[in-house]
Structures are given as C-alpha cells and as structure tokens.
C-alpha cells in the first residue's frame, strides 16, 4: 500500500542546534515533494519544493535533501529559534496528478530557549 | 494582496445538516482544492476545481460535493453530517492546474454534535 511517514514523536530542542525532521515514503513515484509549516489553528504554509532530479534545496535557514532511490526526504532547520517551533508537514505531487498534494502526519517541533 | 480567504471561521453543526464552506482564491489563481484535516493528522486531499470543473478526486463519499464559479471562488458542501465530519477544512489555490506551489487559507473549523 501507499503511505507517507513523518517521525510521529515531537522533536524538542535547544535553541540554535540543528532540527532535523524525516519524510518517508513506500509505492510512491513522485514529481516532486514539498514542506510546509503550519502553526496551531491556522492553514499550512509552504517553505520549500524539491523535484526528483534535484538532491539538495537551500533557502536562508532551510536545507531539505530529496533521495528516491531511499524514498526519503530530510529537512533541516540550522540555527533553530523557538519562533521555528510548529508542526511541520511533507507533502508529495505523484506524477500526473494534476497538483493533488498527499500529506503526512506532520512532526511537531519544539525548540526551547 | 489578499491571500486565500474562508468563510465561516468555525461552524457548529448536528448530525444529518447539511453544510456549505467557502473560499476565496488569492489573485490571480485560478485552480481551488479543498483537503480536510482531522486534529492531529495532516491534511486529506478531497477534490479540485479548475474552469467551473471538478478535476480530482480523493477518497471522499458523495457527501462531499462543490462548486467552482467564474470569478475562481469556491464552495464545499457536505450534506448528511456524521461526527467523523469534524475536523479543520482547508481551501488551497494555486495559478494553474497543476501547479508545483498551493497557498493555503486558515482554513474553517467545523464541529458536528
């Protein structure tokens, strides 16, 4: 079966140490796969895109890798401030979907002071 | 310029009532998707509206129903209210269908008694 996997336990940090959050995906050929945050209560937000043919994305703080022969994406956030604190979610495009979005469970992060 | 905007904010309903969201895609964007996300998981992908056309369809009963109109707003309707129809709804827009980015609105939050 098809199925997309975040870590299921909150991460907890200290404030300026790397969060680094798991994306995991079975029976999936995706074109592209994305991260979004999303605060209590309100919509998600979109951070960053990777497309299969790319390995690595930056943008400011944010660096997500993208490896589809271990069908696995990793996001990182360096220098973590608790204003990062959120649950944030991946989300996969399937080839020829047209834009439909398949979420995972989100992960909670926390970053502490 | 005005994000993606939902209408009610939250909305309290009991069991076989009838219901109907709305949203307003943010300028310029012509394609709508609705995703329903139930506390504590991520967002499930319902259906998509491009020119006044429904374009996919995820694993919803026809319960679920919408509307695209002209000027790109939408609707979601979902008649016979069970309690499993609880949880924060969310309208996504993007430019075009099939287009790699969506913006998400804060979504409605609907309760059922």
């Known amino acids: 079966s098809q199925k997309i996997e975040q870590n299921s336990e909150a991460l907890n940090i200290q404030e300026g140490k790397t969060a680094t959050l798991t994306c995991n995906y079975t029976?999936?050929?995706?074109?592209?796969l994305q991260w979004y945050r999303q605060d209590p209560g309100r919509g998600p937000v979109f951070l960053l895109l990777?497309?299969?043919?790319?390995k690595e994305k930056r943008k400011e703080r944010l660096k997500v890798t993208f490896d589809t022969t271990l069908k696995q994406s990793l996001f990182h956030i360096t220098a973590s401030q608790p204003a990062d604190s959120a649950t944030y979610l991946c989300?996969?495009?399937?080839?020829?979907?047209?834009?439909?979005?398949?979420f995972g469970q989100g992960t909670e992060l926390s970053v502490k002071p | 310029d005005a994000g993606v905007t939902q209408s009610p904010t939250h909305l309290i309903k009991t069991r076989g009532q009838q219901v109907t969201l709305r949203c307003s895609p943010k300028?310029?964007?012509?394609?709508v998707s609705w995703y329903q996300q139930a506390l504590g998981q991520g967002p499930q992908f319902i259906f998509q509206?491009?020119?006044?056309?429904?374009?996919q369809r995820g694993n919803f009963p026809d319960r679920f129903s919408g509307h695209q109109f002209p000027n790109y707003s939408s609707e979601l309707n979902v008649n016979a209210l069970l309690l499993g129809d609880s949880a924060l709804y969310l309208c996504?827009?993007?430019?075009?269908?099939?287009?790699?980015?969506?913006?998400f609105g804060p979504g409605t939050r609907l309760t059922v008694l």
């Open positions: 996504a827009s993007s430019w075009d269908w099939g287009s790699d980015t969506q913006y």
């Open positions: 509206y491009y020119e006044e056309e429904e374009r």
């Open positions: 990777i497309r299969e043919n790319e």
């Open positions: 989300a996969l495009d399937i080839a020829n979907q047209g834009g439909k979005l398949i």
């Open positions: 300028s310029g964007h012509d394609t």
């Open positions: 029976n999936y050929s995706p074109a592209y």
